[in-house]
């Protein structure tokens, strides 16, 4: 369904969204003492399923994070160090092979004790790796790299790349390396019913997901890594951020997502209330449809970037909390990471040269959004309409009731909303994996490839000399950024939650929402 946007002042906006609605129904007031039964998190949408492999999102992110575990670990509380995890060792025994040994007395929310013949069908053709396998498409950004792994013994497993890869240990630790039940997948009546409650070794087990209601989640309690002292996890959807508000008031939520400065006295003004998180792991940009008549033309998609004044969204909306990046690059990326490369500039005068040298003549550009996926989403999108209408740019805003209508339009794309998020701290996990080859910028949606970006991919996914690999990247980020953008980058996003202060659990700079034993203390 498309709706018309009617385009209120910012005032009005802000009124309308901090109005006191009704609470949401949350099936009784939660009760999250410490060591209570039961943590609620409402939120403002739900994934459509909950295997890795199938939907990459940030509402998959923080809910799966608690259903499954990956051989190695990024551990957030240290640094982001790279630790053991269903794996205890790891080594490469040749430049394109790593062995790993597997944790014993591992078992998955069935029962069944973790083999290493679960780890090699994870990454196996009936999963994965067959271009058939129902999670092949959307694992290849994460996974194209690896050629096979087999069980070399039962504990012990070989990972076999196409060609050296310097980030094989960081894509086990990363999303799609979710380990999976063998048993389970087999035994599972169809693809479809596993995927809405697929069985993992995670802290938490899968006891009922209605997609757009609620995701309720049951402890593990032989969770190798210690029983979790939250007894029940429920993600419930609660679309507005004033209802999700009301619900924090009224107890009937422990913690609610995606909450905006602009709010942030009104849970400091709830008893036992605080707030929580901040910038995270994660560039929210925008991406142009190249396809498009008019976006074909790249003086256009120069000026659509030249024209915004990110600082003023910034501070107008964020209050200053968030921060724009040097380009698509995060400092998490260490030895890559050029502090020096230029932020996206704001230059209105060059972006109305660029519109008349192109010949536009007023032909709407669409953009389509959800109106509540990312903080502020609906207020950005506004701002940006009138940035871009003062440089001469018409564009047709329309909001969206679900993603599909917003990746796959019948009529066409244009331009649209997005986060790139971090997973593995250096660029190839974020650049090349979105918009390089085998990502779904190029391979999925097709709305962009260039094809000297698609050479310099291949370096920086597969070169072990960091000299090389940061040349590689700083041509990318000029390809991206200038030459022929594949969209623009508008600041680091940010995760704010509002919280009761009594539930002891604390966020990453990442999506994923942990709530192991570890991390509620």
Known sequence: MTNALVRPSRRSVLQASGAVLAAASLGGAASAQAGGRRVTVAMPVSPRVLEPVREVSNVLFRTAYNIFDTLITVDYRDGAKLKPGLATAWRRTEPRVLELDLREGVRFHNGDLFTADDVAFTFGAERVADPKAPGHALSRPF??????VEAIGPRQVRVVTRAPDPLVEQRLAGWAGQIVSKRAFLAAPSFEAWEKAPVGTGPFAVAEFKVDQHLLLKAHDAYWGGAPTVRELVFRVVPELASRLNALATGEADIITELSPDHFRSVEAMAGCEIAGGPIQNIRVLAYDKNHPVLADVRIRQALGLAI??????????????TIPPGHQNPA??????PDYPAPGFDPDKARALVK??????????????PNYYTLQLQTAQILVEMWRAVGLTIDLQVRENVGAVINPPEGRG???WSNTIFWNDPAGVLVRLFGPNGPTQRVYKEWSNAEFNEKAAVLASSLDTTERKAAFRRMLEIFDTEDPAGTVLHDLTMFYGKRKDVPWHPYPIEYMDFRAANMG
Do not use: F, S
């Open 143 to 148: 996974l194209g790299t690896i050629e096979r």
């Open 309 to 322: 004044d990110r600082k003023a969204i910034v501070d107008a909306l964020y209050g200053g909390r968030t």
């Open 333 to 338: 990326y260490g030895a890559l990471y050029m």
């Open 357 to 370: 040298a192109a010949g536009y003549t007023g032909q709407p550009i669409p953009y389509r959004i959800l």
């Open 415 to 417: 331009i649209r909303d």
